[in-house]
């Protein structure tokens, strides 16, 4: 079992950058695909990015390509993501999630596939 603990959202006016990092207790981390997803006031959760449980493979939304970066530390067990160039469209509670994987390159893109969850945390975009 994997326990998930989003932290670094924040305020921040548009054109700044937040970086967002998920903590994952248990010593299985590395066996697990990681995630991230977004949900605005009003609108349904939607994915972010994701990363494969080795690290060597990224996907990510067309919204946010270019301007975030998911990234992983296996021996951290930390999950960040870069947030560059913000809008307030990324205005949001972010969430991390994570699903056990048997490929080390597979990415998981969508919600219902994961299994564990944080808390979310806040972010907002000033303009």
């Known amino acids: 079992q994997v326990q998930l603990v989003e932290s670094g959202g924040g305020l921040v006016q548009v054109g700044g950058s937040l970086r967002l990092s998920c903590a994952a207790s248990?010593?299985?981390?590395?066996?697990?695909?990681m995630g991230w997803f977004r949900q605005a006031p009003g609108k349904e959760r939607e994915f972010v990015a994701a990363?494969?449980?080795?690290?060597?493979?990224?996907t990510y939304a067309d919204s946010v390509k270019g301007r975030f970066t998911i990234s992983r530390d296996n021996a951290a067990n930390t999950v960040p993501l870069q947030m560059n160039t913000l809008k307030p469209e990324d205005t949001a509670v972010y969430y991390c999630?994570?699903?056990?994987?048997?490929?080390?390159?597979?990415?998981?893109?969508?919600?219902?596939?994961?299994?564990?969850w944080g808390q979310g945390t806040q972010v907002t975009i000033s303009s």
């Open positions: 999630a994570a699903r056990y994987a048997y490929s080390g390159s597979t990415t998981v893109t969508s919600m219902a596939a994961y299994n564990y």
């Open positions: 990363i494969s449980r080795s690290g060597d493979t990224t």
């Open positions: 248990g010593r299985t981390f590395s066996s697990y695909a």
